[in-house]
């Protein structure tokens, strides 16, 4: 980066045969430190009860942060899970961590797999959630998660856009996912926007139950199931 500002870089790239940044000096300086203030998503009143360091880095969704969507997902389901359950979570595209961050507050045993494409948003997430109950997937949708894993609880703000075009492709693929990935008993909660034809992208997959669970002037909060 030959010069910046404290919103913007000019960076001077140049081809080398050497091996880059192999000791990620120069992706740590492009790192963000911040708080993660999680009280829209958990109706806690303090800052101090509902925030933990953060961190992100240029280009993340929202910033790295807490999304309007993903906080009215967080508001809806959070309440639902017990606070000494030790379920097998999956924030699938989770972005830098926040939806797993909100779990582990909540059910501090729960074991959580974090699943997203981008190794920029998992390596900020591998500063934000650490541990043995936690693994990060680097995944195009699915394809690189263990075909045996399954989840008792899966949680998603999936992308619907490319650029700035509507695209369900990938919201396709993570509903047709879903019952070979959800435990019998187990649940899925997304949020989309209400134009998301959420209906007719799930009409052809028998083996799952959909139904719309909360509905805001803005967005939908959907709940599916294995079908019986
Ligand atoms: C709307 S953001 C949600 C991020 C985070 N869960 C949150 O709520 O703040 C969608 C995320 O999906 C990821 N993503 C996009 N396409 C994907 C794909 N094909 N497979 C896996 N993740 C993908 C993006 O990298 C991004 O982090």
């Not at 969704?61 to 508001?75: I, P, S």
């Not at 959580?112 to 920029?120: I, N, Q, R, V």
């Not at 509507?166 to 509903?175: K, S």
């Not at 998301?196 to 052809?204: Q, Y």
Request: glycine share 6%.
């Amino acid at each position: 980066m030959t010069m910046h500002d404290d919103e913007h870089g000019v960076v001077h790239c140049v081809r080398t045969t050497a091996q880059p940044d192999k000791k990620g000096k120069e992706l740590k300086k492009w790192r963000e430190k911040k708080r993660l203030d999680l009280r829209e998503a958990t109706g806690a009143e303090s800052s101090a009860d509902a925030s933990s360091s953060w961190i992100s880095y240029p280009g993340l969704f929202a910033g790295g942060g807490l999304d309007v969507m993903t906080a009215l997902l967080l508001r809806r389901v959070l309440p639902t899970i017990e606070k000494k359950s030790k379920l097998r979570v999956l924030d699938y595209c989770s972005g830098n961590g926040v939806i797993a961050e909100a779990v582990r507050r909540r059910a501090k045993k729960s074991k959580l797999h974090l699943l997203d494409a981008d190794a920029l948003a998992l390596e900020a997430a591998k500063k934000n959630l650490d541990g043995d109950n936690v693994q990060r997937v680097l995944s195009d949708g699915w394809t690189s998660l263990d075909a045996s894993k399954r989840f008792d609880l899966i949680l998603s703000n999936p992308p619907v856009h490319l650029g700035l075009a509507a695209d369900f492709a990938p919201l396709r693929e993570f509903l047709r996912g879903l019952p070979l990935r959800l435990t019998d008993d187990g649940v899925a909660y997304f949020v989309a926007q209400r134009y998301v034809p959420t209906r007719s992208l799930t009409a052809d997959i028998d083996s799952l139950r959909v139904e719309r669970d909360l509905l805001d002037p803005r967005f939908v909060v959907w709940r599916c199931a294995r079908a019986p």
